[in-house]
């Protein structure tokens, strides 16, 4: 059971409303996390936000799911998982693809490079030697695909914590959280 209420965009709080009814048209739902989060509308809107302007960004939206199911997979966030998977279908995605990035990997170099480093920002807090920017470089990555990937880790770190914390309940179609291969 979620540990805040669940917000319709009929029900929330006046500053919520519209952004909820934003993310329903977008959806054609509104997704329990963001019912969760209308608690506050300065989450909401800074959320939403972010995932707005990450449409406009130079990640495609295919290795921008890829990150989200790998780091949702990493912090144990089913509903993240969940969606993300979903969401990286409608991108283009395969399962196998899907699958891989859950652990990190991935058979394109590009791709495998950008879940390294996601992953390495997650596991030492951000802690990245030069040798780790230097292979996302060599990978293709230029100043702003580093930077933006860091962002997506920082925007998945939230939503992560947002759904375990608040025991958000899942609302997409669920998929089984994977152990890293060694």
């Known amino acids: 059971m979620t540990r805040v209420p669940l917000w319709s965009p009929a029900t929330a709080p006046s500053d919520s409303k519209v952004l909820l009814e934003q993310i329903h048209a977008t959806f054609g ?9 209308a608690n506050s509308p300065v989450a909401l809107k800074s959320m939403w936000g972010s995932f707005a302007a990450f449409a406009g960004g130079t990640l495609p939206a295919k290795l921008q799911e890829q990150l989200a199911v ?10 993240c998982l969940a969606a ?19 652990v990190g990997s991935s058979s394109e170099p590009r791709t495998a490079a950008a879940l390294e480093f996601a992953l390495k920002i997650v596991e ?14 060599r990978a293709g990555f230029d100043d702003a695909g ?3 990937i860091i962002a997506h880790v920082a925007l998945n770190i939230f939503t992560n914590y947002v759904n375990v914390a608040l025991q958000v ?10 152990k890293a291969v060694a």
């Not at 790998?70 to 509903?79: G, L, Q, S």
């Not at 802690?127 to 470089?137: I, S, W, Y």
Request: aromatic share 6%.
């Open 124 to 137: 030492r807090r951000a802690q990245l030697r030069d040798e780790d920017f230097a292979a996302l470089r």
């Open 169 to 178: 309940p899942v609302d997409f179609p669920t998929v089984r959280l994977r």
């Open 70 to 79: 790998a780091i949702a997979n990493r912090n144990d966030c089913e509903y």
């Open 29 to 37: 739902a509104t997704p329990a996390m963001f019912q969760a989060v």
């Open 146 to 148: 580093v930077v933006e």
């Open 84 to 102: 993300h998977t979903a969401l990286g279908r409608k991108a283009g995605a395969t399962e196998a693809e899907l699958a891989l990035a859950q």
